[in-house]
């Protein structure tokens, strides 16, 4: 076990440092552009794992809180004047803020009652932002062009979006890996196993699926925020919509839920499948994405549910 | 004024349970399914969806009116649901509830996606039906095809009810899902019940999908929001209650129709979506089903 | 101040009495049993015990605290441990972390709530399987770890739900050896169950639950001749025959 565990680390420094040093000897944008959209992922699909694969509480409504990171931080920037890091800090607030309000209701359902549930949240917080016109309703949001540099959040080139991108999720992973180590960790996954065996050891089930649910939405928001500032354009179809839920979701049950590895991996295979099937077909390359992710979901959910780390780990 | 009122009221009430209908049949089949086993079919919204792409693939090959069609539709699938239980849920009835979530989730995207891939992404109706109009009762009007469609639902629910409780093999899925050690204790294969649950539940949505077909768009997406929309009904009618379906339909048909003509088209939805949210949150079990 | 105290609990689902006025104390230190034929009641006594059921009359007691109707977590946090009758370990957590879910309860420093669960693990005879997964061990391991996880939360009260069903009579005495063991540590023990055999030898005290009522409750010795015990568990007409003879 330990010797495993001295691998692991091993072999993610390598590559971290490998990461790190990817932007000197590349210049390509499309590649940038796919490593920074495979670091997002990996966070978002870490941040879902937190909820979702070690406490056992499947959203499927996930995109709220990337929405309400992006929209806190542009709406901050755009209608309020507000530096985007302050906004993304504040997105993560009133992230957390939500979904715990959101999750105190909803923590009473069980099973697939709790993830419909879900699924309406999405739907609802959706139709709301396309119908708020101070948000920009279905129109949207651009983001101004103001002085590039660290304060605006704004670059040029994509090396610091890149850079940005890997440091938020390395602070994530660190995050998820400490919490895993300690006692929150346990009881989160106590709760995934067995419910009423956890209370009987004085676990507060209520209360700690809200701590999980809480970093949950923290790091979505903060992806949301990232993704608003790169792109400079939000609207409810591309921060809200369900298919992105949907997305997060698959890539840590690919990747294996309940780990920390499983997200990173899932997003390293299905973003550059997506891209390059986009690349390829068009329109039709995003459908053969779906049939791909369809049916490894259904076959993981047959045949090996802790999904790719439980191939690479034999559990 | 009050004149024009009591007119859109009546007429958006007509369209409201016209299309209750529709919601109770698609509802009929989730309900079924979830009533015999405790599974829930998450891509039972793509089961329309496949059952509305063989109506229109049958009218644009053969020029086959969907009503024509329909036995077939309701055949294939049967035959479709069986083979999703034996090859997709079997294996997950002892695997962790993230697996049997993951199973049928899985099955929805993959569904999406292989008729998006097949069919492209743009809406298709169906031609040359022989079906059409409206019919003009009292200043309201009722769309033939949705007519149609709701008596052909209000058949399959009578057919149903009977078939559950009237007939041995009917009695036979009441006692799996009562018990499933108690019937086995009698004789009663478990395993076939599922598969015939699965099957009827989807031959269900089979019929409404070709009913459907008449009057609707036939797109990869449409399940989402059909699917949805079954869930709601079930949940408020009460998972497992055929007859808790049927009202609930036609309730959240009629309410989404009075949300849409009385408060705005698009909230019409945050309407429907907040009931689902209200009954499990308030009376779990709905107004007709049982406590687990 | 008695330990445990149960006064008057009723307990009713719909028009079903399940526990009528019941009323017993359980001193520290001792093992207590609750014995009753089948749906005399006992296992609802437990769950109410427990905090899983609302009492629906009468207190419970636990050194002077009231505890009827809290929650299961918030009566674990007061010290009482339970176990199950069909056994729920966490699945896909190794023994090891399994009982260390226990023993964070009373320390949330991984550090020293590991070293905690280690020594549970020795002290319970599954220090070897420590790696082992939850869904891999048998029955009767599956039912120490149960016991260890338990133990783990440093109880002062230990309920156990027909902890020797399943077993063989080899692993019975085993699981009896435990119970004495986890006893001689202060801890005080209600140990619900079917099979007579074992649970007389090792109670101090017995109750005896018939129909919701509670119908005897004394040493075991003078619980095994009760009049009214026999005729619970045997019937009447055995007690009559018997008597006779």
Redesign the interface.
């Known amino acids: 076990m330990q010797l495993l565990k001295n691998k692991f680390f091993i072999i993610s420094a390598v590559v971290w440092l490998a990461l790190l040093a990817f932007p000197l000897f590349v210049s390509s944008p499309f590649y940038f552009h796919l490593m920074i959209l495979i670091f997002l992922y990996a966070l978002l699909a870490g941040a879902w794992n937190i909820l979702g694969g070690y406490t056992?509480q499947?959203s499927?409504g996930h995109a709220v809180f990337f929405g309400i990171g992006a929209y806190s931080s542009t709406l901050g920037l755009v209608n309020l004047g507000i530096n985007p890091w302050l906004g993304m800090l504040a997105g993560g607030v009133i992230a957390v803020i939500i979904s715990l309000i959101i999750g105190y209701?909803?923590f009473?359902?069980r099973?697939?009652?709790f993830?419909?549930?879900t699924?309406?949240?999405g739907?609802?917080v959706f139709?709301?932002f396309?119908?708020w016109e101070w948000a920009g309703g279905a129109v949207g949001k651009t983001l101004p062009f103001i002085e590039p540099g660290l304060k605006s959040f704004q670059f040029g080139p994509k090396a610091p979006y890149y850079y940005i991108a890997l440091s938020l999720l390395t602070i994530q992973l660190a995050v998820t890996y400490w919490m895993q180590r300690s006692y929150l960790g346990y009881y989160f996954q106590a709760i995934?196993?067995d419910q009423d065996a956890a209370r009987s050891l004085g676990i507060d089930i209520s209360h700690y699926k809200l701590v999980a649910m809480g970093f949950s939405a923290f790091f979505m928001a903060i992806g949301g925020s990232f993704y608003a500032q790169y792109v400079m354009y939000i609207d409810p179809e591309s921060v809200l919509p369900?298919m992105l839920s949907?997305q997060v979701?698959?890539i840590a049950?690919l990747g294996g839920?309940g780990t920390i590895a499983g997200p990173v991996i899932g997003a390293a295979i299905m973003i550059p499948l997506a891209e390059y099937s986009r690349a390829l077909l068009g329109?039709?390359g995003?459908?053969?994405?779906?049939?791909?992710?369809?049916?490894?979901?259904?076959?993981?959910?047959?045949?090996k549910?802790s999904g790719l780390m439980g191939l690479i780990t034999g559990k | 004024m009050s004149d024009i009122t009591g007119a859109v009221l009546a007429q958006t009430l007509a369209s409201g349970l016209l299309w209750g209908f529709v919601y109770s049949l698609i509802a009929l089949g989730l309900t079924v399914i979830f009533g015999v086993m405790d599974i829930?079919n998450?891509a039972h919204g793509d089961f329309l969806m496949i059952s509305m792409f063989v109506a229109y693939v049958f009218n644009a090959s053969f020029g086959m009116n969907a009503l024509v069609s329909l036995p077939f539709n309701a055949a294939l699938l049967f035959v479709f649901g069986v083979i999703i239980y034996k090859?997709?849920i079997k294996?997950?009835l002892t695997?962790?509830?993230?697996?049997?979530?993951?199973?049928t989730?899985?099955?929805?995207?993959?569904?999406?996606?292989?008729a998006?891939?097949i069919f492209?992404?743009d809406y298709k109706t169906l031609e040359n039906l022989t079906l059409q109009g409206r019919v003009d009762f009292l200043g309201i009007f009722f769309s033939k095809p949705q007519m149609v469609a709701s008596a052909g639902a209000v058949i399959m629910f009578i057919v149903m009810y009977l078939f559950i409780t009237k007939t041995k093999t009917g009695w036979a899925l009441l006692a799996v899902a009562e018990n499933k050690q108690a019937a086995a204790l009698m004789g009663i294969n478990s395993d076939r019940m599922y598969a015939l649950a699965w099957g009827l539940g989807a031959a269900c949505v089979g019929v409404a999908g070709a009913l459907l077909a008449n009057f609707y768009y036939v797109f990869?997406e449409v399940g989402?929001v059909f699917g949805?929309l079954a869930?709601?009904t079930v949940?408020l009618g009460g998972f497992g209650s055929i007859q808790g379906a049927f009202w609930a339909g036609l309730i959240i048909g009629v309410t989404e129709a009075l949300a849409g003509t009385f408060i705005?088209p698009?909230?019409k939805?945050?309407v429907v979506?907040?009931i689902?949210?209200l009954v499990?949150?308030i009376r779990?079990r709905g107004l007709m089903g049982h406590t687990s | 101040m008695a330990f445990l105290e149960i006064s008057n609990v009723t307990k009713r689902f719909g028009g079903l009495l399940a526990v009528n006025d019941v009323s017993l104390t359980v001193d520290e230190n001792q093992i207590v049993g609750l014995i009753g034929p089948n749906g005399a009641g006992k296992s609802t006594l437990f769950a109410t015990i427990a905090g899983y059921y609302k009492p629906d009359g009468g207190s419970i007691k636990f050194c002077g605290d009231e505890i009827g109707g809290l929650p299961p977590e918030a009566v674990a946090q007061k010290g009482i441990a339970r176990t199950f009758q069909i056994v729920r370990p966490f699945?896909t957590l190794s023994v090891l972390e399994n009982v260390m879910v226990g023993a964070f309860l009373r320390d949330k420093n991984r550090k020293t709530a590991q070293s905690w669960a280690e020594e549970v693990l020795e002290f319970m005879g599954l220090a070897d399987k420590r790696n082992a997964v939850g869904t891999a061990l048998t029955i009767a391991d599956k039912k120490r770890l149960e016991l260890a996880r338990a133990y783990a939360t440093k109880p002062r009260f230990l309920l156990l739900d027909e902890v020797m069903a399943g077993l063989t009579p080899k692993e019975a005495q085993e699981a009896v050896g435990l119970i004495r063991k986890i006893n001689s540590q202060g801890i005080t023990v209600f140990v619900v169950e079917h099979v007579m055999e074992v649970v007389m030898p090792i109670s101090h005290h017995v109750v005896v639950l018939d129909g919701g009522r509670l119908i005897a409750s004394g040493p075991p010795e003078d619980v095994a001749q009760n009049e009214a015990v026999i005729k619970a568990y045997l019937g009447e007409r055995y007690y009559a025959a018997n008597e006779r003879s």
Do not use: W
């Open positions: 056992g499947v499927l209701p909803t009473r359902l099973g697939h009652y993830v419909i549930a699924i309406a949240l739907e609802i139709v709301l396309t119908n995934r196993e369900m949907i979701c698959l049950i839920v329109g039709s995003s459908a053969l994405d779906l049939v791909i992710y369809g049916l490894l979901i259904m076959i993981i959910a047959v045949a549910p | 829930v998450f090859v997709l294996p997950v695997a962790p509830p993230l697996a049997q979530i993951f199973s989730f899985g099955l929805l995207v993959f569904l999406r996606g292989l998006q891939f492209k992404a990869p989402a949805f869930f709601v949940a705005a698009s909230l939805y945050l979506f907040s689902y949210l499990v949150l779990p | 699945g």
